[in-house]
């Protein structure tokens, strides 16, 4: 049997002789790791004198959010701190910071004293609007009273459990605790300290042990000293006097918490008359079987030290409750027939199973497997992993490989957003869960449902908040067709708006708007369209001033609610009403007199309306009864900015056709004639002026058509990807480009290349454009560029490529 021997020297010795430990109580204590520090003056911020600084290796990737000068409050570098400008109009700022790995840390500020600074909470892990967050600590004061020195460090009350990733650290500063004036904040150092936990350990010693009350919960298992072995307590543990006629005697102890343990006995080593003896665990009431923990301990091997120390050749699982251990005199004193045993202590180590990481996040945007490894004691088998009291289905919902537990996405995405605990069971062992952090990086916004009524009196623009969690906005579809920025909707860091001339374009009904972002698909906005406005019908009518068959027009009104007719308008000129119309009910009729006394050609009569609606009608005016001729095949089409329709009129050539054409707003976007050619065939061609999207109205007229014909085109376009717009883009970004020279660098290069574009040369736009893109790969390598500043010029890039190309 191969034995574990742990000699302990004279210093030990007295160290457990002072030591006095509760014998049931599990002590479990900290050990903290070396520190990871975060140096505020090594983040290659700008010296106020406007000297660079570089970053250097050892600030753990701590950098600033937001460009240090543009964004307030100002931000400067020194040699020792950085320096936030804060005022109570500008009081936050936050920093970005690395955590290399999963874990429990104290966190740590040391900050420098000035007169001018301020007081300020720091919060961890605010939101993009720097809310919310943790406080880890209060009033952290950055002024410098006589009595301080040059800095101060201050330690946040509880510990925190930090994942692997980025993590921000904000400063929002809340006054001056002496005087006026200015008010600054001046981190120094961010300090983190890993905190790691040591097994639970029993200690059972022998001098603490009771002879006669078992309420102590380690006590001689027969209450009876005088009993044969006898028991006498010494300052260094027990003697026990035995012989190898009657050798065994026990001692019980109890275990508060079941586990998987490793056993270590210390005996005292002393001379003479000291024998050898074997230890077991929980043997029967007679004090026989049990498992044997320790073999042959020699009592006399004096030679070795006061004190020797042996491990159990393996860990034993304790369950809860009483047990107790057992000593067998295996040989006698030297020359004597008595032989003397004289345990010191045991001591228990509680072993755990453990899964890394403990704390993990899951992106349902961006999904992926969940992997875990596992660190099992004693050939522990794992028997299942549990959410809650639900058992996850091996090889389906998790895949376990050489001690690699892989939990799957597909289990994951079914699971609500939160912390998600889950129990990985053992045989016979302690039972370590992970959490696993389910989160949705989707950009989200709110509402996702709006409403627009197309009614002209309550026509608003639509306001919709957006968190783009680390994403960059790129644009908004309907459909395939983007919608046209600063036109159809405005846009800024948490909110756009959807410009009511737009959505007035859109018909009764609901539309789904997308909004795209860089590297991942965007919230859907449903837009409820309904329009309470007050209507006509029919629209569209025609009249003929020498038909002998002239009759009164009738028009039904569809009112909105209680709404009704107020007037109707001819321009700016009201008709008569019981002169030049007549009303019943919701039935109108204009009369043919008030028609025929109009001119030939389009009349527009507006209907006024109590609220506020005003529908019009076209009355197609013509001087005689018109023949028998109809536009028999009319279509429009719009391709690129150029509009053409084509048709036919049924009573041949030369015969003179008018068109108009209404744009999705109905304002007028183009009206023309032509004569029909061979077979009646005729041709509209124009190129548009306004660039507005939408469903386009024609109506077609000619000569002797009494009903002139309508089709529609739908219009719209994708913005063309310029340098104008990549300058724009580059501004936006500025403060996520971590040098000022490198914005003025890139800056220029788009200038040029500007003036290549201008002039129509491709190949050098190409060439140039391809070298940009390399050089926005160098500095996203070397973390002078954000992610997102990086994702969004390099579609750019792309972009104006592929147009050139």
């Given at each position: 049997m191969q034995w574990k021997f742990r000699p302990i020297g004279t210093a030990a010795v007295l160290a457990i002789l002072c030591v006095i430990l509760s014998l049931t109580h599990l002590d479990r204590t900290e050990a903290a790791s070396t520190p990871l520090e975060y140096d505020f003056s090594k983040i290659g911020l700008m010296y106020s004198n406007g000297v660079d600084q570089q970053p250097t290796s050892h600030s753990h990737h701590l950098r600033l959010i937001g460009d240090q000068k543009t964004v307030s409050p100002v931000v400067y570098g020194t040699a020792f701190i950085s320096r936030i400008y804060s005022t109570l109009n500008a009081p936050v700022r936050s920093f970005q910071f690395d955590v290399p790995e999963n874990g429990l840390y104290t966190i740590s500020l040391k900050g420098a004293l000035s007169i001018d600074g301020g007081y300020a909470d720091i919060f961890l892990d605010t939101d993009e609007q720097q809310d919310g967050g943790i406080k880890i600590i209060s009033d952290f004061d950055f002024h410098k009273h006589p009595e301080d020195s040059s800095y101060r460090t201050i330690e946040s009350a509880d510990k925190h459990i930090l994942s692997e990733g980025s993590?921000?650290?904000?400063?929002?500063?809340?006054?001056?605790?002496?005087?006026?004036?200015a008010i600054h904040m001046l981190p120094n150092m961010l300090i983190l300290t890993p905190v790691e936990e040591s097994p639970e350990t029993l200690e059972l010693n022998f001098k603490d042990l009771s002879l006669t009350d078992p309420t102590t919960g380690w006590y001689l298992t027969k209450l009876n000293p005088g009993d044969y072995p006898r028991v006498a307590i010494k300052s260094y543990g027990i003697e026990l006097g035995s012989s190898t006629r009657v050798p065994l005697r026990s001692f019980s102890f109890v275990i508060e918490q079941a586990g998987l343990y490793e056993i270590d006995f210390t005996g005292n080593l002393i001379s003479g008359s000291a024998g050898m003896a074997d230890i077991y665990?929980?043997?029967?009431?007679?004090?026989?079987?049990?498992?044997?923990?320790?073999?042959?301990?020699?009592?006399?091997?004096?030679?070795?030290?006061?004190?020797?120390?042996?491990?159990?050749?393996?860990?034993?699982?304790?369950?809860?409750?009483?047990?107790?251990?057992?000593?067998?005199?295996?040989?006698?004193?030297?020359?004597?027939?008595?032989?003397?045993?004289?345990?010191?202590?045991?001591?228990?180590?509680?072993?755990?199973?453990?899964?890394?990481?403990?704390?993990?996040?899951?992106?349902?945007?961006?999904?992926?497997?969940?992997?875990?490894?596992?660190?099992?004691?004693?050939?522990?088998?794992?028997?299942?992993?549990?959410?809650?009291?639900?058992?996850?289905?091996?090889?389906?919902?998790?895949?376990?490989?050489?001690?690699?537990?892989?939990?799957?996405?597909?289990?994951?995405?079914?699971?609500?957003?939160?912390?998600?605990?889950?129990?990985?069971?053992?045989?016979?062992?302690?039972?370590?869960?992970?959490?696993?952090?389910?989160?949705?990086?989707?950009?989200?916004a709110e509402p996702n449902i709006v409403y627009f009524n197309k009614n002209e009196t309550v026509q608003s623009d639509i306001a919709i908040q957006i968190k783009s969690n680390g994403y960059t906005f790129q644009r908004i579809r309907q459909g395939t067709k983007s919608l046209i920025r600063d036109r159809d909707y405005t846009v800024s860091s948490h909110e756009i708006v959807l410009n009511k001339d737009y959505l007035r374009t859109l018909d009764v009904g609901t539309v789904q708007l997308n909004l795209d972002f860089i590297g991942i698909n965007g919230p859907v906005i449903e837009v409820i369209i309904t329009d309470t406005s007050s209507k006509i019908s029919p629209e569209r009518v025609g009249f003929a001033k020498g038909s002998f068959m002239q009759s009164d027009i009738s028009i039904t009104l569809h009112p909105n609610g209680a709404a009704e007719l107020t007037d109707i308008v001819n321009g700016n000129q009201a008709l008569v009403r019981d002169v030049d119309y007549s009303q019943s009910g919701n039935n109108i009729l204009l009369k043919k007199q008030y028609v025929s006394a109009l001119a030939a050609g389009t009349a527009r009569l507006t209907f006024v309306m109590s609220d506020g609606s005003r529908p019009a009608l076209l009355v197609y005016i013509v001087d005689a009864e018109p023949a028998v001729a109809e536009i028999t095949a009319l279509s429009a089409e719009a391709v690129a900015d150029t509009v053409t329709v084509e048709g036919t009129i049924d009573s041949g050539a030369n015969q003179q056709i008018t068109m108009t054409v209404h744009d999705p707003n109905g304002q007028m976007d183009f009206i023309g004639q032509t004569v029909s050619g061979e077979n009646g065939q005729f041709l509209f061609s124009y190129t548009k002026s306004r660039h507005i999207q939408g469903t386009y109205i024609v109506v077609v007229g000619g000569e002797q058509v009494a009903y002139p014909s309508e089709t529609t085109f739908t219009y719209s376009y994708e913005i063309p990807m310029t340098t104008t717009m990549m300058l724009d883009l580059l501004d936006e970004y500025r403060g996520e480009i971590y040098s000022e020279a490198t914005y003025y660098l890139l800056k220029l290069h788009l200038v040029v290349i500007g003036h290549y574009e201008q002039q129509g040369e491709a190949g050098k736009v190409v060439k140039h454009m391809e070298a940009f893109k390399l050089l926005l790969g160098q500095l996203n390598t070397h973390q002078i560029i954000s992610e997102q500043a990086y994702n969004a010029m390099t579609t750019a890039t792309d972009t104006l490529i592929g147009q050139w190309r």
């Open positions: 993590h921000t650290i904000t400063f929002k500063v809340k006054g001056k605790s002496v005087g006026d004036g665990l929980d043997t029967d009431i007679n004090e026989a079987g049990g498992t044997k923990v320790v073999d042959s301990f020699d009592f006399a091997e004096v030679d070795y030290g006061p004190l020797k120390t042996v491990a159990s050749p393996k860990a034993v699982y304790l369950s809860e409750g009483l047990h107790k251990f057992t000593f067998k005199l295996l040989r006698d004193g030297a020359g004597t027939t008595v032989g003397y045993i004289y345990p010191h202590s045991f001591l228990l180590t509680k072993l755990e199973n453990s899964v890394s990481p403990a704390v993990v996040a899951f992106d349902t945007a961006q999904p992926q497997d969940v992997v875990f490894a596992l660190d099992t004691h004693a050939d522990a088998i794992l028997l299942g992993i549990r959410n809650g009291s639900e058992l996850l289905q091996g090889d389906i919902d998790y895949s376990i490989d050489n001690g690699i537990v892989t939990v799957k996405k597909e289990y994951l995405l079914n699971q609500a957003q939160g912390e998600l605990l889950l129990t990985f069971d053992f045989t016979n062992k302690n039972d370590p869960f992970a959490q696993i952090d389910i989160i949705d990086s989707t950009p989200t």
